[in-house]
């Protein structure tokens, strides 16, 4: 989109594939029943155009950054907390040995914990406070990335459903002028090593 007003100020693109499972635990019909969907995931990004690369944020980078939380989400399967199946699921992977890792589990992020989430990324689950509805997956990721990129929307569609939230920018990001991407608090480009003056 671009903003007549400060012809400066652009958006940067991409988007994710996720594969993954769930249920929606209490709700009547199908989805009751553990299923499985590709999700999108599309993030949209807002600054100013870095004059030093001519663009807002590289789009590789901006997966970069949130494929390390979002990794834990492509191919795991998300429960609600509340949800019965979880302890059975948990005694079936303790059983099998595969509870705390398993060789060939290297597709796998940092494990977090948030209020909404938390990632167990060894067993490969995310357990969830609210039932993964695609607003609910929406909520989870901007609370995980707020803080990394400059997030002014996210979509999420998963089989039929879809849906869309704008977010307020948390102010223009200090980027390399090299690459393009976010310095560190000390100014310093975690990937070519410029350092701001």
């Given at each position: 989109?671009?903003?007549?007003?400060?012809?400066?100020?652009?958006?940067?693109?991409?988007?994710?594939?996720?594969?993954?499972?769930?249920?929606?635990?209490?709700?009547?019909?199908?989805?009751?029943?553990?299923?499985?969907?590709?999700?999108?995931?599309?993030?949209?990004?807002?600054?100013?155009?870095?004059?030093?690369?001519?663009?807002?944020?590289?789009?590789?980078?901006?997966?970069?950054?949130?494929?390390?939380?979002?990794?834990?989400?492509?191919?795991?399967?998300?429960?609600?907390?509340d949800d019965p199946l979880l302890?059975?699921?948990l005694d079936v992977y303790e059983?099998?040995?595969?509870?705390?890792?398993?060789?060939?589990?290297?597709?796998?992020?940092?494990?977090?914990?948030?209020?909404?989430?938390?990632?167990?990324?060894?067993?490969?689950?995310?357990?969830?406070?609210?039932?993964?509805?695609?607003?609910?997956?929406?909520?989870?990721?901007?609370?995980?990335?707020?803080?990394?990129?400059?997030?002014?929307?996210?979509?999420?569609?998963?089989?039929?459903?879809?849906?869309?939230?704008?977010?307020t920018p948390q102010g223009s990001?200090?980027?390399?002028?090299?690459?393009?991407?976010?310095?560190?608090?000390?100014?310093?480009?975690?990937?070519?090593?410029?350092?701001?003056?």
């Amino acid at each position: 989109m671009y903003n007549l007003q400060n012809k400066n100020i652009m958006r940067s693109i991409t988007s994710f594939d996720l594969q993954y499972a769930h249920r929606f635990y209490g709700f009547q019909g199908e989805a009751q029943y553990l299923h499985g969907h590709t999700g999108v995931l599309t993030i949209e990004v807002e600054d100013s155009v870095n004059e030093g690369v001519n663009m807002v944020f590289p789009c590789n980078e901006i997966q970069k950054t949130a494929w390390e939380v979002l990794k834990n989400f492509d191919h795991a399967l998300v429960l609600r907390q509340d949800d019965p199946l979880l302890p059975a699921i948990l005694d079936v992977y303790e059983k099998q040995g595969i509870k705390n890792g398993h060789p060939q589990n290297t597709m796998k992020g940092e494990a977090f914990k948030t209020e909404l989430a938390t990632a167990y990324p060894d067993c490969r689950l995310v357990v969830t406070k609210e039932t993964m509805t695609v607003e609910g997956m929406i909520k989870i990721v901007y609370d995980l990335l707020k803080d990394k990129l400059n997030i002014v929307r996210l979509t999420f569609s998963s089989g039929v459903n879809a849906a869309s939230a704008d977010f307020t920018p948390q102010g223009s990001k200090d980027r390399c002028p090299l690459c393009g991407i976010a310095l560190d608090e000390n100014g310093k480009c975690p990937k070519c090593g410029y350092q701001k003056k």
